[in-house]
């Protein structure tokens, strides 16, 4: 007799075979091309390459999926894994959605809220892409307006400004820590900039548990 899969086992096994479905036509894709053009890599500068970088890739793959999948759920992780910009983009949409809702995230229903919102994220995304990509000609001008420019630069923090306020008034002592590493780190380290964000936010999330624990175990929580 066939076993009825719950809602979860379908999630695990849907979200496992489209992860690794993209990871091959993410791996298939160079090799076609290279054959189409009858060309290859410099196979000694691309080990080298991936030698250098690779390893911090794999760190930053193996802290994401410990810090995200318990804020995103599971069907959000797979979703997010697979389409991407999960810090700016899908975690946001994700924790505005259960935020909302009033649940949480490893509960039955945050896990579909979580899930719904990110697909939901996805699509937009992919609509707003096919437009801008339509209309990147004529609209040129307006982007690239002086007058505009300020307020596009400044969409993201306001993004994750209002996301902080509703998070951090919850409770306003566990979010000291973190502000005060990130502060620190991005002003006297230099190096620290725009595109440290994916390293530096599971980092900060592992940092602020580390610190809440500790506080916890002191009673100042």
Known sequence: MKKNLTYMDSVHRDGTIWNLSVMGILMVFPLVVGLLFGTAPDWKGLAMGLLATAPMYWAVGIVETITYVPMLGAGGSYLSFVTGNITNLKLPCALGALEQAGVKANSEEGEVI????????????????????????????????????????????????????????????????????????????????????????????????????????????
């Open 114 to 221: 979580s899930t719904i919102a990110i697909a939901i994220s996805s699509i937009v995304t992919t609509v707003i892409i096919i437009v801008g990509v339509l209309l990147i000609a004529p609209l040129e001008p307006v982007l690239q307006s002086p007058v505009l420019a300020p307020a596009f630069a400044q969409i993201l923090p306001a993004l994750f400004g209002g996301l902080g306020v509703a998070f951090v008034s919850k409770n306003w002592k566990i979010s000291v820590a973190p502000v005060v590493l990130m502060l620190v780190l991005f002003i006297f380290v230099p190096a620290l900039n725009a595109g440290t964000v994916s390293i530096m936010v599971p980092v900060s999330i592992l940092f602020t548990l580390a610190v809440s624990r500790v506080m916890y175990k002191k009673g100042l929580l």
